[in-house]
């Protein structure tokens, strides 16, 4: 089957070279000429574990292309699928400017059979406006449908092609079976296939982003709250997450989320709330616990230096969202490099692969380290922000040998404190028992 995906931004790259490695004929358009030459060079623009790989190997057999033209790639494909992005808009709402721009450009080329499948994440009846747009442009019916990712940064490979689920909103049961057609390379394990109405998929896609939010939000809040009780959240932790009901999954205490959904989907089911004369609390706290969440960190600090971080060298470890990815959209480790920086403290940074994003936006405002050891150089502490693996195993005589002062303030937990205590280490983590260093209320 010939499958075009128009956008080759995270979801738009990965669904595409998936879909090419299991056998299809796929095309990638988007209108980013750089983008596209870069990508037939070779060059991926975005750093995800295995995917060079798999462009590498699909593109050298030719059932992977790059293309910015339109012509070219939509009238000969069986099913289209739109992958721009839908970033938050001033108002909290999903910005839908490109999708539209697509709908228009692509309605006069799209075959007779033609289905398209939206891949973004859209408000609750864009489906069903996109194929009433598409009936105004065509003069017939064409056939949409919806598609909703579910991967994960880091780990987008193995999520598509071994997926908990797939999910499809349809308005016709024929549709549904294309689908499962293209899909059924990655539904061997006896993984469903869920097939549902267009707003039941929309829906989908935020309410399960929603809900991981909110356990996130969750944990953290009660992480707080065990800090001025004395209770140790691991502890807490280990205590619920043995409830089946509950679980362990999104229940590590940390300064907050952050990437390119969770923030923005939060947001966007708020204003879809707004929107139907309803009021979502819940997630409107979920979204304000975790702003708060991200100023943890640098509070802690702030006290430690008695309200004084003039002149201080403070080392961040970390600056992607989450490991095992460049994206640092919403990442707390920006939020305390400007508190760090507001106060006026020296800041060194690591990352194994996000440094140059950063340095995008923060230019030389920071000092970019090659080795976090290096960040570590002459440190008055150290900040971790991001849970890479490499930051897990320190050796913490040679740090406290580069370390003006070895004091380790971890936005993640990664450390034992009662090992680092007999090791002579200053520590302090999130909701840990004994923690003096509580977090901030407002």
Same mark, same amino acid.
């Given at each position: 089957?010939?499958?075009?995906?128009?956008?080759?931004?995270?979801?738009?790259?990965?669904?595409?070279?998936?879909?090419?490695?299991?056998?299809?004929?796929?095309?990638?358009?988007?209108?980013?000429?750089?983008?596209?030459?870069?990508?037939?060079?070779?060059?991926?623009?975005?750093?995800?574990?295995?995917?060079?790989?798999?462009?590498?190997?699909?593109?050298?057999?030719?059932?992977?292309?790059?293309?910015?033209?339109?012509?070219?790639?939509?009238?000969?494909?069986?099913?289209?699928?739109?992958?721009?992005?839908?970033?938050?808009?001033?108002?909290?709402?999903?910005?839908?400017?490109?999708?539209?721009?697509?709908?228009?450009?692509?309605?006069?080329?799209?075959?007779?059979?033609?289905?398209?499948?939206?891949?973004?994440?859209?408000?609750?009846?864009?489906?069903?406006?996109?194929?009433?747009?598409?009936?105004?442009?065509?003069?017939?019916?064409?056939?949409?449908?919806?598609?909703?990712?579910?991967?994960?940064?880091?780990?987008?490979?193995?999520?598509?092609?071994?997926?908990?689920?797939?999910?499809?909103?349809?308005?016709?049961?024929?549709?549904?079976?294309?689908?499962?057609?293209?899909?059924?390379?990655?539904?061997?394990?006896?993984?469903?296939?869920?097939?549902?109405?267009?707003?039941?998929?929309?829906?989908?896609?935020?309410?399960?982003?929603?809900?991981?939010?909110?356990?996130?939000?969750?944990?953290?809040?009660?992480?707080?709250?065990?800090?001025?009780?004395? $209770?140790? =959240?691991? %502890? /807490?932790?280990?205590?619920?997450? @043995?409830?089946?009901?509950?679980?362990?999954?999104?229940? #590590?205490? !940390?300064?907050?989320?952050?990437?390119?959904?969770?923030?923005?989907?939060?947001?966007?089911?708020?204003?879809?709330?707004?929107?139907?004369?309803?009021?979502?609390?819940?997630? $409107?706290? =979920?979204? %304000? /616990?975790?702003?708060?969440?991200? @100023?943890?960190?640098?509070?802690?600090?702030?006290?430690? #230096?008695? !309200?004084?971080?003039?002149?201080?060298?403070?080392?961040?470890?970390?600056?992607?969202?989450?490991?095992?990815?460049?994206?640092?959209?919403?990442?707390?480790?920006?939020?305390?490099?400007?508190?760090?920086?507001?106060?006026?403290?020296?800041?060194?940074?690591?990352?194994?692969?996000?440094?140059?994003?950063?340095?995008?936006?923060?230019?030389?405002?920071?000092?970019?380290?090659?080795?976090?050891?290096?960040?570590?150089?002459?440190?008055?502490?150290?900040?971790?922000?991001?849970?890479?693996?490499?930051?897990?195993?320190?050796?913490?005589?040679?740090?406290?040998?580069?370390?003006?002062?070895?004091?380790?303030?971890?936005?993640?937990?990664?450390?034992?404190?009662?090992?680092?205590?007999?090791?002579?280490?200053?520590?302090?983590?999130?909701?840990?028992?004994?923690?003096?260093?509580?977090?901030?209320?407002?």
């Amino acid at each position: 089957m010939k499958i075009t995906v128009i956008g080759t931004g995270y979801v738009g790259l990965v669904t595409g070279t998936c879909l090419a490695d299991s056998g299809q004929d796929v095309t990638c358009l988007d209108i980013d000429e750089g983008k596209i030459e870069r990508l037939n060079a070779g060059e991926i623009p975005i750093y995800e574990p295995g995917l060079t790989e798999l462009v590498t190997r699909n593109h050298a057999a030719k059932r992977l292309t790059f293309t910015t033209d339109y012509a070219a790639s939509i009238p000969s494909a069986r099913c289209v699928f739109i992958a721009v992005g839908t970033p938050q808009g001033d108002d909290g709402s999903a910005n839908l400017s490109g999708l539209w721009a697509v709908v228009e450009t692509i309605a006069p080329l799209l075959a007779e059979n033609a289905i398209v499948v939206i891949k973004s994440t859209v408000p609750v009846g864009t489906n069903r406006k996109t194929a009433a747009r598409l009936a105004e442009l065509t003069g017939r019916n064409v056939d949409v449908a919806s598609n909703p990712e579910f991967l994960k940064e880091g780990a987008a490979i193995d999520d598509f092609t071994k997926p908990d689920r797939i999910v499809v909103g349809v308005d016709r049961p024929e549709v549904a079976e294309v689908l499962k057609n293209i899909h059924k390379p990655f539904l061997r394990n006896e993984h469903p296939f869920l097939a549902m109405g267009w707003e039941s998929a929309e829906m989908t896609k935020y309410v399960a982003n929603c809900m991981l939010a909110t356990k996130i939000s969750f944990i953290n809040e009660m992480a707080n709250l065990c800090e001025h009780v004395g $209770a140790d =959240v691991n %502890e /807490v932790r280990r205590g619920i997450g @043995h409830d089946a009901r509950i679980g362990f999954k999104f229940l #590590f205490p !940390g300064v907050g989320y952050g990437g390119s959904c969770f923030p923005k989907d939060v947001r966007a089911l708020i204003r879809v709330a707004d929107d139907n004369d309803m009021t979502c609390r819940m997630l $409107a706290a =979920v979204d %304000e /616990v975790n702003d708060v969440q991200k @100023h943890v960190l640098g509070e802690k600090l702030y006290r430690y #230096f008695d !309200g004084d971080l003039s002149g201080k060298t403070i080392a961040v470890w970390g600056l992607a969202f989450k490991p095992r990815t460049d994206d640092i959209r919403e990442a707390p480790a920006l939020v305390l490099i400007d508190r760090l920086l507001s106060e006026g403290a020296s800041v060194r940074v690591h990352d194994p692969v996000a440094m140059k994003n950063v340095k995008a936006v923060l230019g030389d405002k920071v000092a970019f380290c090659e080795h976090h050891y290096d960040a570590a150089e002459g440190a008055d502490a150290v900040a971790i922000c991001t849970e890479w693996n490499e930051y897990r195993m320190p050796d913490w005589e040679f740090l406290r040998h580069k370390m003006k002062n070895c004091a380790i303030f971890d936005g993640r937990n990664l450390f034992d404190p009662a090992a680092m205590r007999d090791l002579g280490i200053w520590y302090t983590g999130i909701g840990l028992a004994g923690d003096d260093m509580a977090t901030p209320t407002t």
